[in-house]
């Protein structure tokens, strides 16, 4: 049943093309012999002016040659029109297909256009941009799952705790435990969500703004202290020996970029592992680490860490969505620097390399 409903689109299809393709060699005859009659009008106009001359008995043959050529001009002419134009809205509706299949969902579409030096350059233009559409469609849809799982979680035990203080009888102890669990696990919606908007905010910027020179060191040991609360609860010993450094830059982003990256190494760093923050300055640059111990990121990842909504694992068996790196990545390019990650020996890294000026 379905083949015969999606045959008259094929011969719909096919008669549009011969429609367009007969059309288009219409075009090109009636070019053709408004062409000859205008080159025939002035061979004829210059014979009566006597710019050309020729004899008098040879009229009639020239008349009969330039006749004949012209007839054949026009069909050659026409015949080479009809074919050209054939093979030329074969691979423009090629195009088209594509396109309506790409528009579809259908990102497994391809194009191949023949091996004409255009047509390979369409193709593989088009053919990226499917592969790109794929992949961030895969990111998207790995977000959706470990963001409907993430939510979910601390919405169930929001629910669960509530309906136990609603129904009453229990002591004052575990009234404060549930409450203290409630208040835990909004902090974690409240922070999931907030991520989310702050992703969204900062891609829809292009122009760096609230640019100052302030305290780098300052700003980390800060964002430090922040998070203490966390590193401290799994005995996390913690290292920041760094001089004084100063940069000129967004403090409000560049803070971001800090409690990220702090937030991550706290999160992956095992019970009583440790965590070392470093800054090193170089000739125009300052380049900042954290460095944690702990699980290693497969090489394969060390890349696709910074895309958004990517997460190495995928178990669920750490918290987040896969936006933290890609905000850290996006606000680094706005500064024109740069970030990457350094995983063996049971250690990960994370780097970002700023100007101390961002470029005008």
């Given amino acids: 049943?379905?083949?015969?409903?999606?045959?008259?689109k094929k011969n719909s299809s096919k008669r549009k093309?011969?429609?367009?393709?007969?059309?288009?060699?219409?075009?090109?005859?009636?070019?053709?012999?408004?062409t000859m009659l205008l080159v025939g009008a002035a061979a004829y106009a210059a014979i009566r002016a006597g710019i050309?001359?020729?004899?008098?008995?040879?009229?009639?043959?020239?008349?009969?040659?330039?006749?004949?050529?012209?007839?054949?001009?026009?069909?050659?002419?026409?015949?080479?029109?009809?074919?050209?134009?054939?093979?030329?809205?074969?691979?423009?509706?090629k195009l088209i297909q594509a396109m309506n299949r790409l528009?579809?969902?259908?990102?497994?579409?391809?194009?191949?256009?023949?091996?004409?030096?255009?047509?390979?350059?369409?193709s593989k233009s088009f053919?990226?941009?499917?592969?790109?559409?794929?992949?961030t469609e895969m990111l998207r849809s790995d977000f959706v799952n470990n963001f409907s799982h993430e939510f979910k979680t601390p919405i169930v035990s929001i629910y669960g705790f509530a309906r136990l203080l609603r129904r009453g009888g229990l002591s004052e102890e575990q009234s404060r435990e549930y409450l203290s669990i409630i208040e835990q696990e909004s902090?974690?919606?409240s922070a999931m969500a907030t991520n989310v908007l702050n992703l969204t905010k900062i891609e829809n910027q292009s122009i760096l703004s609230g640019v100052s020179t302030y305290n780098l060191s300052e700003q980390l040991r800060r964002a430090i202290l922040l998070l203490e609360k966390k590193w401290t609860a799994k005995n996390l010993a913690l290292s920041c020996a760094f001089r004084e450094h100063s940069i000129t830059a967004s403090e409000d982003l560049l803070g971001q970029i800090w409690l990220n990256l702090l937030d991550n190494a706290v999160k992956f760093t095992p019970q009583d592992g440790e965590i070392t923050v470093s800054i090193f300055e170089e000739d125009e640059d300052i380049t900042v680490s954290v460095k944690n111990?702990?699980?290693?990121?497969?090489?394969?990842?060390?890349?696709r860490v910074f895309a958004k909504f990517y997460q190495c694992d995928t178990s669920h068996s750490s918290e987040g969505t896969g936006t933290g790196l890609a905000i850290v990545k996006k606000i680094a390019d706005l500064h024109h620097g740069q970030v990457w990650a350094e995983s063996?020996?049971?250690?990960?890294?994370?780097?970002?390399?700023?100007?101390?000026t961002p470029p005008q």
């Fill in 1 to 8: 049943m379905p083949a015969k409903k999606s045959l008259p």
């Fill in 17 to 34: 093309r011969l429609t367009v393709t007969l059309v288009v060699t219409a075009a090109a005859f009636l070019i053709l012999v408004f």
């Fill in 52 to 93: 050309l001359h020729i004899a008098p008995s040879g009229h009639a043959g020239l008349f009969f040659v330039l006749a004949f050529f012209a007839v054949a001009s026009i069909l050659v002419g026409t015949i080479v029109s009809f074919l050209v134009g054939r093979f030329s809205i074969s691979a423009l509706d």
């Fill in 103 to 122: 528009a579809a969902g259908d990102y497994k579409a391809r194009l191949t256009l023949g091996d004409g030096r255009l047509g390979q350059e369409i």
């Fill in 127 to 135: 053919n990226t941009m499917a592969r790109e559409l794929d992949s």
């Fill in 187 to 189: 902090g974690r919606l």
């Fill in 293 to 303: 111990t702990g699980s290693e990121i497969p090489p394969q990842d060390l890349d």
């Fill in 344 to 356: 063996g020996s049971r250690e990960t890294a994370f780097f970002v390399r700023l100007p101390k």
